[in-house]
């Protein structure tokens, strides 16, 4: 595969997204289904692997450590800190507010490493800003870390763009990782974009494939289990997922008419719009995975990502991307 740049770190164009092994969308408990998919991934070239203290909580790191022990010296580990955690819930239900204090900085990467069972991290997020602790206080607590060899590369996730400046005058920002897809197109229009362009910080877009949406594999909300994490959503509420599910059907046509997956379009576009870009689709599944992973191959004229940017733009989209409490949380 390709390589890509997140700030000084090199990386495969497109990385995996471990989230779902563990958290959000009712995950299966197949161990070792997930090692199988992170080996796959190494073997197909992946080297950018996307993992967080909440994820679980805490299980996520553990399974993520294990799995790419063997191939340590071949990737890089993102996690993130940043949410306070209540360890008596899982999903979503984990996230109990922010905490971007200094200690919790420290403590969380010492943490981290233990779970990982690794020695160093190689990107350390803030998952989301902390409104109540300057980012200077935040960013300058990630940069003794990296001053101290336990962090090789530091970054934000849903920080605005008047945060990433300031947090990038206190230690160079690595990568910026906010939701981003053909149907959350919020990075474009609230400067977060054009910020990391300009300051040469590369983006990773999380949810890449709108959760699964984009795939045009979610044909009902009946297969969702009752913890899943989207039935929280605005976007798979029963009216709105039916409305997005008629825009879903325009993307499998088109996906037909170029021999390609739906899901494979979605990638594909995500890519075009930057090669400071570097997505992380999630999955636990070796044939999605190789699926995801082939549509860094894709190549896309103007005309088709003129017409993929139309068939889902903003104001076609039924619902917000999150409730409103987690709305709150995210462009800080
Ligand atoms: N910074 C943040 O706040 C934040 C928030 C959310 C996520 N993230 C990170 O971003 C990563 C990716 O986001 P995401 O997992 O939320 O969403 P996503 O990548 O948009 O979609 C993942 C979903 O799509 C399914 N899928 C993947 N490839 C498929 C394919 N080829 N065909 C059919 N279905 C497919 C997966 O199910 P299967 O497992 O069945 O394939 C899973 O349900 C996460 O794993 C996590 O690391 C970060």
Request: net charge negative; charged share 20%.
């Amino acid at each position: 595969m390709k390589s890509r740049q997140l700030g000084p770190l090199t990386t495969s164009t497109l990385g995996l997204g471990c989230m779902g092994m563990s958290h959000g969308y009712s995950p299966d408990g197949n161990e070792s289904g997930a090692m199988a998919t992170l080996a796959r991934a190494v073997e197909l070239g992946v080297t950018l692997f996307d993992t967080a203290e909440v994820y679980g909580p805490y299980t996520n790191e553990v399974l993520v450590g294990k799995g790419l022990k063997a191939y340590r010296d071949k990737v890089m580990i993102a996690t993130k800190f940043g949410f306070k955690v209540d360890p008596t819930k899982t999903s979503g239900g984990a996230i109990a507010g922010t905490d971007g204090r200094p200690e919790n900085v420290i403590a969380v990467a010492e943490a981290s490493l233990k779970r990982l069972g690794t020695d160093v991290i190689d990107l350390y997020y803030q998952h989301r800003v902390d409104p109540n602790v300057p980012i200077e206080e935040t960013v300058g607590a990630m940069a003794d870390l990296v001053r101290q060899g336990k962090v090789r590369a530091i970054g934000l996730s849903e920080a605005s763009a008047a945060t990433i400046r300031r947090a990038h005058a206190v230690h160079p920002i690595a990568a910026l990782q906010s939701e981003y897809s053909l149907w959350t197109r919020d990075p474009e229009e609230n400067g977060v974009l054009d910020t990391c362009r300009e300051l040469g910080i590369g983006f990773v877009p999380f949810s890449p494939l709108g959760r699964g949406m984009l795939t045009g594999a979610l044909k009902n909300l009946n297969g969702l289990a009752a913890d899943d994490f989207r039935r929280s959503l605005p976007r798979f509420q029963q009216e709105n997922f039916e409305a997005n599910l008629e825009l879903v059907t325009l993307l499998e046509g088109m996906a037909r008419d170029k021999g390609v997956e739906p899901g494979q379009l979605a990638l594909a576009w995500v890519l075009a719009q930057g090669d400071f870009i570097v997505p992380i689709p999630g999955t636990t599944k070796i044939a999605n995975l190789e699926k995801n992973v082939a549509a860094a191959d894709i190549t896309l004229s103007a005309d088709e990502l003129a017409r993929l940017g139309d068939l889902l733009s903003p104001a076609k989209v039924a619902g917000a991307r999150y409730p409103e409490q987690m709305t709150k949380m995210a462009n800080r």
